[in-house]
């Protein structure tokens, strides 16, 4: 069967709601990887590498070439959200980005309100590039400022001291609309009765949205060995971090910042656009090394992937013509718990309709009577979501809700 | 076929880790058996098990060629035999298909509980028993001095005991021409119906049935049609070989000589130890006295964790049985777990071996139940039942009284130990029996419940010496003590699996520290979960798992999906790892950990 004939069958025999266009529910975005970070920080796992010198022109053309491509095989998606993460976008020179922008402006209609977000560093010397980014067409930035104090900021391996985060993040106020930033906390010998001043300090510097992880000892980082040999003291235990979690809301809140996912805090309106797709489940693509995407392409849903090495895509794309690695058809029933362990980070929940559709009916109200009694879900007019008490039990409820379905 | 005059048959006994392997390897090489190229160390320990682990776990026959100073050559039959008091049942086996032991003694260490152990079994066995003193390469080796206590302790005279070094191959060609000269030559008849014994027999995945013999009258052919004394089965013998310790074929096998057969043998039960092999016509009018059976000592459920996988399971079991003797199985069901089997073991060593290579061998997960020893219930009514398994513990009101499995244990342990390892028995329940000193050591006898001894004793007492005890032991008599059934309950449901039958006065402390542990091994759920044990419906031990709190992914992007997706596959495998009672699920490792004492 050819892929003509696949298109023309989802595209006029299918309502739109079907199960091959359910990705029209969560809208369409563009995720660009940029690798590249002046230093590597101990406990990140993000495909990010220290290079003295980025040829910008090769990567320009390589990175042109690959969204020419995409477009191609997505022409007349009304396209939402433009994120640049890395690695250190903020490293990207503003030209690059702007031929970037412009070329993505030629090659898809673009929502009235087009989220345009790049992940920075906050250092001056960034700084310093924030108007070039904003004439570029960037008008969002998500900062990583990590910590409030210096202490920790070095522990944390960072480049920048939290007077200079906080400069940066004056200048990116003044120049973006809408500014975001980051606070890794659970950190080594960090006590409950700081981390409260600490954030209580966050709110008083927020603007309307907020990303508050806790920090994960990931495997394969300088954290993570350190760990394995027990040399990485001082990290609370599941009962203090669970608290913390807990202050977290309860400060957030107060401030009128509430979770409207696991770790990230916004005004209502306000929040990150380009995530909510994933989180909703919408289509998206991944442009650069080690970048994801999911594409519905004839009724069909795919996984997209690209080598995580940079000079492996780059040369992939140079060669074949395309940076991916061979496409993974996700079956409908894995869209189902992906959409599920996504929808469910969320505050509004997941659609009791769309997992049907989606699973084939698999009984999921079976599996939420199982946990009943435990306060964890709230079943609400077709919406399935997490209680205050289930949210930082996640991954317990999914194993639940998803044994043996 | 090799005249008489021409073989010799012995096997290399000692005390765990006394360098027997390593000495069959010095043989293997010195006399070119294996090429260079081939060779490694221990190279007869070849199961996964026993390399990691480093210690034997099956008796193994090699034949060598030695070309001998008398100008002659002859045919060596060795067999290395396993060390650790679990598989003695190995030694005792091999001991009857040959003439001769060399005794190794560890030229550090001297002699230790199983020297003595062998030593005795040998003498039984009507061997010539040649000693060997090893690791003379070592600065702490004291040869004339474990010469001495060879004398003194074993009784046997050790003027000529051959000095060697396993490792560097030192004093190794004394050692064949110890063989030789000192060793008996095997008798047997040539012309007389055939009579064999069957030593040995293993699965092979090509060859099917694989079975280890030891001619001693008459001669086996290639095509000969045989038949199984005991068990009446009738064969064709298909496949001839001796074990050089790969299969080299060979057209027969004469009186002395030791070697393999294979002949379609489809029936597992047809194979046993011990029985006589015989040719289907001229047969053989009496059979060999056959092998002492072995006694297996402790029980415990093996249920596969997908129960899908029961005919799997048995079908392993009758495998792994043909190659191991002393393991004895019987179905067995469980209202938690299914259908599975209750299986006999010498020791806690050997179920960990068994176990593992179940799982290895043939790709079963398996739940271990509680191990338990067989106590005598007796019950008011006057008859008497055979308690392989706390769960099947009739109601008390029924129960006259209950006796426990004793031993006799025998102890060898430097002085500066001795204090604490007289603490570790008397808090086992034992009774001294005596007490004598062989230079700085102490031999120590005590009389223990087998039932405090099979579980972790030998751990303990390594750990308290700091491995320098040895330890053998012999079932003795049955006793009356006031032993109890305990029961443990996870979220107010008995968990049967982990029922045990205790000492009175040792339940609260065993149930408190039963309790301490599930709560470590079982992990938290999201809600709270009492663990309590029991004894009748009273509580005597109680711990609460906290709820779970926290378990969710900080950051979870466009690019997290697909690995978190792995990640909540894996962790679904994991729970097939985990047996559900009632809402806990409780991981499979919790049923033999949480037994292990710390005290
Ligand atoms: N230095 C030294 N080490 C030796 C010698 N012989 C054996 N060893 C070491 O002693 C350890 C035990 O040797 P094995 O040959 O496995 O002992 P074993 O008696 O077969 O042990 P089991 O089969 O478990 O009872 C190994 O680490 C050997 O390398 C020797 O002559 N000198
Ligand atoms: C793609 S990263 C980095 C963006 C930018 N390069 C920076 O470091 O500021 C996005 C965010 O993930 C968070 N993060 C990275 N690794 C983490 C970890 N191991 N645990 C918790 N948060 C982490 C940090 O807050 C970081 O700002
Ligand atoms: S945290 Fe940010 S700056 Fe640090 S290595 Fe990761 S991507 Fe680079
Ligand atoms: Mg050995």
Excluded at chain 2, 225 to 235: E, L, P, S, V
Excluded at chain 2, 259 to 276: A, C, H, P
């Amino acid at each position: 069967m050819s892929l003509a004939i696949v298109q023309t069958l989802s595209e006029n025999s299918l309502p739109p709601s079907s199960v091959a266009e359910d990705w029209r529910a969560g809208g369409f975005g563009l995720y660009l990887h940029w690798p590249f970070c002046q230093a590597k920080c101990p406990y990140c796992d993000f495909n990010s590498h220290v290079a003295g010198d980025v040829d910008q022109v090769r990567w320009r053309a390589v990175l042109l070439s690959e969204i020419a491509r995409v477009a191609t095989e997505t022409p007349d998606r009304v396209l939402n959200t433009v994120f640049f993460g890395g690695g250190t976008p903020s490293l990207m020179d503003p030209d690059l980005v702007a031929a970037i922008l412009d070329a993505v402006r030629a090659a898809w209609p673009l929502a009235n309100d087009l989220e345009v977000t790049l992940e920075a560093n906050p250092t001056s010397v960034e700084a310093g590039r924030f108007r070039g980014y904003r004439d570029a067409g960037v008008n969002r930035v998500s900062m990583g400022i990590q910590a409030l104090n210096d202490s920790d900021l070095r522990r944390l391996g960072r480049l920048h001291s939290v007077a200079e985060a906080r400069n940066a993040f004056a200048i990116a106020r003044n120049v973006f609309d809408r500014v975001s930033f980051d606070l890794i906390y659970a950190r080594q010998h960090q006590t409950r009765a700081a981390w409260r001043t600490e954030l209580r300090e966050a709110m008083a510097m927020a603007a309307d949205h907020l990303s508050l992880y806790q920090l994960t000892i990931e495997p394969g980082t300088a954290f993570g060995r350190l760990a394995n040999a027990g040399r990485l003291d001082g990290l609370p235990d599941d009962d203090r971090a669970a608290d913390m979690y807990a202050d977290t809301q309860e400060i957030c809140g107060a401030a009128g910042l509430p979770a409207y996912e696991i770790s990230n805090h916004a005004r209502p309106g306000a929040e990150s656009r380009h995530n909510l797709i994933y989180w909703r489940g919408g289509d998206y693509a991944g442009i650069g090394p080690g970048a994801h995407g999911r594409l519905t392409l004839g009724g069909t849903r795919y996984a997209t992937q690209t080598p995580l090495a940079p000079a492996a895509w780059l040369e992939r794309v140079e060669r074949a013509g395309s940076g991916e690695l061979p496409r993974q058809v996700l079956a409908p029933f894995d869209q189902a718990q992906e959409y599920l362990m996504m929808a469910l980070r969320l505050r509004e929940g997941a659609q009791i309709d769309r997992w049907d559709k989606l699973s084939g009916s698999v009984d999921i109200l079976q599996k939420i009577n199982g946990l009943d009694g435990l306060n964890v879900l709230h079943c609400h007019a077709g919406t399935l979501a997490l209680t205050d008490r289930g949210r930082p039990v996640l991954n317990a409820v999914l194993r639940e809700l998803l044994a043996e379905v | 076929m090799t005249d008489l005059a021409h073989i010799r048959n012995f096997s290399i006994v000692a005390h765990i880790d006394h360098g027997k392997s390593t000495l069959a390897d010095r043989l293997i090489q010195l006399t070119g058996t294996v090429s260079e190229r081939d060779m490694k160390e221990q190279l007869l320990d070849a199961m996964d098990i026993e390399r990691e682990r480093g210690i034997t776990i099956k008796a193994n026959t090699v034949r060598i060629e030695y070309k001998a100073k008398d100008g002659e050559t002859y045919i060596l039959n060795l067999i290395d035999t396993p060390g650790h008091v679990d598989f003695a049942y190995e030694v005792s086996r091999s001991m009857q298909a040959v003439e001769g032991s060399l005794l190794v003694v560890d030229a550090t260490q001297g002699v230790e509980a199983q020297t003595l152990a062998n030593v005795y079994q040998a003498l039984d066995a009507d061997h010539e028993i040649v000693p060997v003193l090893n690791k003379i390469d070592l600065p702490a080796a004291e040869p004339a001095r474990v010469a001495e206590q060879i004398e003194d302790v074993i009784g046997i005279d050790a003027s000529d005991a051959v000095h060697i070094s396993a490792k560097t191959g030192l004093g190794i060609p004394d050692v064949l021409e110890a063989i030789v000269t000192r060793l008996p030559a095997p008798k047997g008849e040539r012309n007389v119906p055939l009579k064999a014994m069957l030593v040995d027999s293993w699965y092979d995945a090509y060859l099917g049935v694989v079975v280890l013999v030891r001619i001693m009258d008459g001669v086996l052919k290639k095509g000969d049609r045989i038949r199984m004394m005991q068990t009446g089965a009738i064969h064709n013998v298909d496949k001839l070989a001796v074990l050089r310790p790969g299969m080299v074929d060979v057209a027969a096998l004469g009186p002395g000589e030791i070697g393999i057969f294979t002949g379609s043998i489809k029936q597992v039960r047809d194979t046993r130890v011990g029985d006589t092999i015989t040719h289907e016509k001229h047969s053989a009018q009496k059979a060999l006295p056959g092998f002492k059976p072995s006694v297996p000592v402790v029980f415990c459920g093996l249920f596969p964790v997908d129960s899908a996988e029961f005919d799997d399971l048995r079908n392993a079991i009758e495998k792994l049985a043909l190659n191991d003797a002393s393991f004895s199985y019987e179905m067995e069901s469980s209202a938690a777990l299914g259908f599975g089997f209750r299986c006999g073991f010498l020791g806690l060593l050997h179920l960990e071996v068994i176990r593992d290579r179940l799982e290895r061998e043939w790709g079963i997960d398996l739940i271990t139940t509680a191990p338990s020893v067989v106590y005598n219930v007796y019950l008011k009514s006057g008859e008497m039942i055979e308690l392989h398994n706390p769960a099947d513990m009739p109601d008390l009101t029924y129960v006259d009284h209950i006796e426990e499995p004793r031993i006799t244990a025998t102890i060898l342990v430097p002085d500066e130990f001795l204090g604490d390892v007289l603490k570790l028995c008397h808090d086992r329940r034992g009774i001294q029996k005596d007490l004598t000193y062989a230079g700085s050591r102490a031999m120590v006898v005590y009389d223990l419940p087998l039932n405090e001894v099979v579980f972790d004793f030998y751990d303990r007492l390594k750990s308290i010496t700091r491995g320098y005890a040895s330890f053998d032991y012999q079932i003795d008599s049955y006793r009356a003590d006031n032993l109890v059934k305990m029961q443990i309950l996870v979220n107010d449901e008995p968990v049967d699996a982990l029922s045990i039958m205790v000492h009175r006065d040792r339940a609260e402390s065993r149930g408190r520290a039963m309790c301490e542990k599930l709560k470590e091994l079982i992990p938290r759920h999201m809600f709270k979960i009492p663990i309590q044990a029991a004894i009748g419906g009273k509580v005597i031990a109680r711990e609460t798992l906290a709820a779970l709190r926290k378990d969710v992914t900080a950051k979870c992007y466009g690019g997290d999906v697909t690995r978190k997706k792995k990640l909540l596959e894996k962790q679904k495998a994991g729970k097939k790892k985990m047996r559900q009672f009632g809402k806990v699920e409780i991981p499979q490792a919790a049923f033999i950990s949480a037994l292990k004492m710390d005290g």
